[in-house]
């Protein structure tokens, strides 16, 4: 079981959130700029939460927010102007997850 590092930002519509390595990651980084964000972020995945459920925010929803920018750019913003929280509760693998992920065919031929 592991614990949740995430940043939290409360958008205009919606709020996003980037799961972070942890802690001490996220405090070298606010002090530092320069370090890259592979060091930083467990994925480079921008997650929305919608009724409770995390998915992946579209490429919609970040430009809505953030405007014509770069994934890269919308994390560093989200980063900077976010909330760090740690969640006590277990991660569950149901929590976050993508909707835009391949499942293949669905229907029996």
Do not use: C, W
């Not at 929305?48 to 953030?66: D, K, M, P, T």
């Not at 569950?92 to 391949?102: G, L, P, V």
């Amino acid at each position: 079981m592991s614990l949740v590092s995430k940043v939290v930002y409360r958008g205009s519509t919606d709020v996003f959130e980037v799961l972070i390595l942890s802690p001490d990651h996220y405090k070298r980084y606010m002090k530092d700029h320069s370090i890259p964000l592979v060091n930083i972020v467990a994925s480079f995945k921008i997650f929305v939460s919608q009724r409770g459920v995390l998915n992946e925010a579209s490429n919609a929803a970040i430009e809505n927010e953030f405007g014509n920018i770069s994934r890269d750019e919308a994390i560093s913003n989200i980063l900077e102007r976010g909330e760090f929280q740690e969640s006590s509760k277990p991660m569950d693998e149901n929590s976050y997850r993508s909707r835009n992920d391949t499942y293949g065919p669905r229907i029996a031929h």
